[in-house]
T-cell receptor
Framework: ETGVTQSPTHLIKTRGQQVTLRCSSQSGHNTVSWYQQALGQGPQFIFQYYREEENGRGNFPPRFSGLQFPNYSSELNVNALELDDSALYLC??????????????FGSGTQLSVL | AQSVSQHNHHVILSEAASLELGCNYSYGGTVNLFWYVQYPGQHLQLLLKYFSGDPLVKGIKGFEAEFIKSKFSFNLRKPSVQWSDTAEYFCAVNAGDSSASKIIFGSGTRLSIRP
């Protein structure tokens, strides 16, 4: 176990709806990254939060947004859901040891299905 | 932009066979390199990482990887695999000169070990 918890584990939504996914980081970690993993693919970087601010973003549209709270937990929000948003969403926390490349501790993910 | 290529989608080996999984990355600057593993039903976890120094890196469970800068490669090796090595393996890269921990993953290689 990594100490990174995500909720919910599974979610079914319809196209056009909005969804919020939650992540609690491992104790002592102040950086949270979100990844999208489509079936048969590797995780794709969505964005990272460090001390409540976005600190790097991948090639995802603005309808993917996030928050980080003072206790370092985080949310991923997706508006106007599309069918292609169906995927496993992974949260990973890491201690901020300086410049990039820290070891990531992953949660088990939220499986989102968009119908 | 950084990218990672894993040459094999699915590798099938017998127990005690030697393993080498290929990984190539594209990025012209300093890189941090990783191999992550996902065992069936478990979360992604770090197998080994390269930041600097000796290009031959040893990880957990007898795995090692060699960074060859001239070939932009970071292949994973194990001299003798076990049934318990059945898992999905992901190579990943981070731009070492970036202040953001944006880690880019390859599409993964599924390893199946015949007992």
């Amino acid at each position: 176990e990594t100490g990174v918890t995500q909720s919910p584990t599974h979610l079914i939504k319809t196209r056009g709806q909005q969804v919020t996914l939650r992540c609690s980081s491992q104790s002592g970690h102040n950086t949270v990254s979100w990844y999208q993993q489509a079936l048969g693919q590797g995780p794709q970087f969505i964005f990272q939060y460090y001390r409540e601010e976005e600190n790097g973003r991948g090639n995802f549209p603005p309808r993917f947004s996030g928050l980080q709270f003072p206790n370092y937990s985080s949310e991923l929000n997706v508006n106007a859901l599309e069918l292609d948003d169906s995927a496993l969403y992974l949260c990973a926390s890491s201690p901020r040891e300086g410049q990039g490349g820290e070891k990531l501790f992953f949660g088990s993910g939220t499986q989102l299905s968009v119908l | 932009a950084q990218s990672v290529s894993q040459h094999n989608h699915h590798v099938i080996l017998s127990e005690a066979a030697s393993l080498e999984l290929g990984c190539n990355y594209s990025y012209g600057g300093t890189v941090n390199l990783f191999w992550y593993v996902q065992y069936p039903g478990q979360h992604l976890q770090l197998l080994l990482k390269y930041f600097s120094g000796d290009p031959l890196v040893k990880g957990i469970k007898g795995f090692e990887a060699e960074f060859i800068k001239s070939k932009f490669s970071f292949n994973l090796r194990k001299p003798s695999v076990q049934w318990s090595d059945t898992a999905e393996y992901f190579c990943a890269v981070n731009a070492g000169d970036s202040s953001a921990s944006k880690i880019i993953f390859g599409s993964g290689t599924r390893l199946s070990i015949r007992p």
